[in-house]
């Protein structure tokens, strides 16, 4: 069984489609119900700060080998590839 099913097109302009409280569906009410759920979607990981800002991204470019040792690494601790590399470069940068 599937959980949702695929329904012909309707015209919103002439078929009487209502949402759960009983209101009437129409091009408008479509149009601003979809944008309030694009706008309420997370995007994107968590910010490190805590807060609702977005963290930096450091990007560069690694050997096939230097990539796999910390593939290897990461799945060894349970972890992403990004949290043992931020964690490398706090350990280096520290030192």
Do not use: N
Not at 69 to 93: C, N, T
């Amino acid at each position: 069984m599937t959980k949702h099913q695929v329904l012909p097109d309707v015209d919103l302009g002439v078929d009487d489609v209502r949402d759960s409280q009983g209101r009437r569906i129409t091009e408008e009410y479509a149009q601003a119900a979809s944008a309030q759920a694009i706008a309420s979607v997370a995007r994107g990981r968590p910010s490190l700060t805590g807060k609702k800002a977005t963290s930096p991204q450091v990007t560069f470019r690694v050997t096939p080998e230097l990539r796999a040792r910390a593939a290897a690494e990461a799945d060894r601790q349970g972890r992403r590839i990004s949290d043992v590399a931020r964690e490398a470069l706090e350990r280096y940068l520290a030192s």
